[in-house]
């Protein structure tokens, strides 16, 4: 029997064999990937304070 590749329970399912995680796992991971996606293009404030005018408005 397969194991989830995040928790390591059994999976059961055919469709959780083939994605290697079960349901609620895939669920967390997909939530868990798109955060740090939306992490990495966000811009943080220190980051804006030390552009110029011209950076940020376009001269």
């Known amino acids: 029997m397969k194991l989830c590749e995040r928790c390591n329970r059994p999976l ?3 469709k ?3 994605a290697g995680m079960g349901p609620v796992c895939k669920k967390k991971q997909a939530i ?3 955060e ?3 992490e ?3 811009i943080k404030m220190d980051e804006v304070m030390d552009m ?3 950076e ?3 001269a």
């Open 12 to 14: 059961r399912s055919q």
């Open 16 to 18: 959780s064999m083939e």
């Open 32 to 34: 868990e990937d798109a």
């Open 36 to 38: 740090a996606e939306f």
């Open 40 to 42: 990495k293009i966000q």
């Open 52 to 54: 110029t005018e011209v």
């Open 56 to 58: 940020l408005y376009g």
